[in-house]
């Protein structure tokens, strides 16, 4: 079984135990923390990693870290993991953790770019456009990019929405030469 497939059945398996608890967002943001910490602390994922440290060990340890922070099956979630040797899998679990959840819950993610700091006024307002587009809840990530002069650049998912001025000044320029041939 290939990796992502791999690392969506665990995903799928901690979202319905997520689901049992009532409490999809906070695991979901604990495993993206634990997943942060597993990418950015090479002692982490050295500890992870090592064949020195039986699998057994490393359950051990995490389940004394953890046992009074997080619900008790999520700690077992991650021992299965563990004792299954997907360790290294935990960033892309949390990944298609997300993506599951945002299926769940009917919402989409839109990467828009702005040439200057949008007000929250035009954040609402995309969002609300945007969500009549896709039908679904948009949850926007604002870049600031002042070479595209104005307007707004929406991507959700594999779809672009170019309302630039760069964009709007292209397509006139291209009118005016077709026109003058």
Do not use: C
Not at 15 to 30: F, H, K, P, Q, Y
Not at 82 to 105: F, G, M, T
Request: charged share 25%; no cysteine; proline share 3%.
């Amino acid at each position: 079984m290939r990796e992502p497939t791999i690392a969506r059945n665990y995903a799928e398996t901690l979202v319905s135990l997520a689901e049992r608890a009532g409490d999809l967002d906070g695991w979901g943001a604990t495993l993206t923390e634990i997943a942060d910490s597993i990418e950015g602390d090479s002692r982490i994922a050295n500890f992870l990693a090592s064949p020195k440290v039986s699998a057994k060990g490393k359950v051990e340890i995490i389940t004394k870290a953890f046992q009074d922070r997080l619900p008790r099956l999520f700690v077992r979630f991650l021992g299965a993991v563990i004792v299954n040797r997907r360790q290294q899998l935990i960033p892309q679990i949390a990944s298609e953790y997300a993506l599951l959840v945002d299926e769940l819950q009917g919402r989409v993610h839109a990467r828009v770019t702005v040439a200057s700091e949008p007000t929250d006024a035009m954040r609402v307002s995309v969002e609300k456009q945007l969500g009549t587009i896709t039908g679904k809840r948009v949850v926007t990530h604002f870049v600031v990019k002042p070479e595209i002069l104005g307007g707004v650049i929406a991507r959700v998912g594999d779809t672009v929405m170019d309302g630039s001025l760069v964009r709007r000044l292209e397509n006139l320029r291209g009118h005016m030469l077709g026109r003058a041939n």
